[in-house]
């Protein structure tokens, strides 16, 4: 029997110190294609950076090699070629309220089957996170029932705007 030395090479994507042969080191994608090793020590630097987390609520989709990734909002809002088409048919302009002005926003996604509720707070380290999920609507705290959009014919959503 013989045994041979496996000659792996692995560095931190962030400090590029070397990972030490069977070292944890998290994976994370800086780019939405392709993943990289980072030590633990750093993973709050890649959550700084945007980098998402392999196997986090938010994990990146793949798309077909040579076709330009629109951002993450123009994918929601269902903009194409950089013209988003309007949403309403003449813009309302109001002020918001104190109450619709804070620094946290939550998304809740609901389906007959299940539901997802997100938090959105844009000067965190990792600005959108998966804060609850569920197998019933009726578990869904009242506060976040008050459904303000819906999904239209080619699945976009269309927030449903107070005149």
Known sequence: MRVTKASVHR????CERTLLQGEHALRFSPDGVE????CPL????????????????MS?????????????WAQFLGVRDGNPEPLVAEPVLRRLSDSEVTGELVLTFAWEITW?????????P???RLADRGADISEIEPAFTAWNAKLDE??????DVAR
């Open 60 to 72: 990146p989709v793949f798309t077909p090699h040579g076709r330009r990734r629109r951002p993450r």
């Open 35 to 38: 993943f990289v090793d980072v």
């Open 116 to 124: 997802y509720q997100y938090r959105v707070v844009p000067d965190a």
């Open 154 to 159: 080619s699945g976009r959503v269309v927030p």
């Open 126 to 128: 990792q600005p959108i």
């Open 42 to 57: 750093c993973q709050e630097v890649a959550l700084d950076y945007g980098w998402v987390r392999e196997g986090g609520p």
């Open 11 to 14: 560095a931190c994507a962030v």
